[in-house]
């Protein structure tokens, strides 16, 4: 925000930062499909002019790959002499044990928000609203009361539209608090909030997000928010 002085110098308005904690409850189940582990590995062995790791895919091995970790013990699935049941009989007691820690991606938040305001006539543009606030932290740490694989049969365009099976994580009942850094000048918390209201309905968050055709996942709404 800037003023313009009778001798044509701007003023510039400085930022007046608040902080918000909002806590996000799931309207309907979360779906994840990350980039699994081995391309990762691989992009970087190419870049490095090193061979590509030979993969065993398996559906246990997607399902796992699929989540966004943030703990450090996840089951390696680059390993291949575990087997499907040993690495889920793995996967299992980590949840049992309260030994796994997942994350959503705070920036999927963001892009949410942004185009929430956007789709529903807040913003004149996606980009008008980034710079009002930022979604803090890398990851928003999840909770949830289950997980489980989901298969869906899906066209790969990169085969001529061949149908293939993907394998998602979908999780339930799931909870998780954003803190975010808001410019008062540009932005109130309660025209915040409401944004991502709009954002939960009608964007969503991740994979199978209702914003995407047959989207049905990843719907939210702000429940108690409290400030910093």
Known sequence: MATKKENGVLEIVAPRWKVIEVGIKGDAPLAMQCRPQVVIENLSRKDNGLPAIKYKSSDARKFIDSIHWISDNKPDTLNDNLTDEELMNEFRELLKNNEASFGIPTEAFKESICKGAFRNKAS?????????????????????????????????????????????????????????????????????????????????????????????????????????
């Open 124 to 228: 004149k543009d996606i980009v008008s609203v980034r710079g009002s606030f930022i979604v803090m932290g890398e990851y928003a740490k999840l909770s949830f009361s289950g997980v489980q694989m989901e298969k869906v049969p899906t066209v790969n365009k990169n085969a001529k539209g061949a149908m293939v099976i993907s394998v998602y994580s979908k999780f339930y009942d799931w909870e998780t608090k954003l803190r975010i850094k808001y410019n008062e000048n540009l932005i109130s918390a309660e025209s915040l909030v409401n944004m991502i209201n709009l954002a939960g309905m009608s964007v969503g968050v991740l994979a199978r997000r209702t914003e995407l055709s047959f989207g049905k996942y990843g719907t939210f709404s702000a429940t108690e928010v409290t400030k910093m």
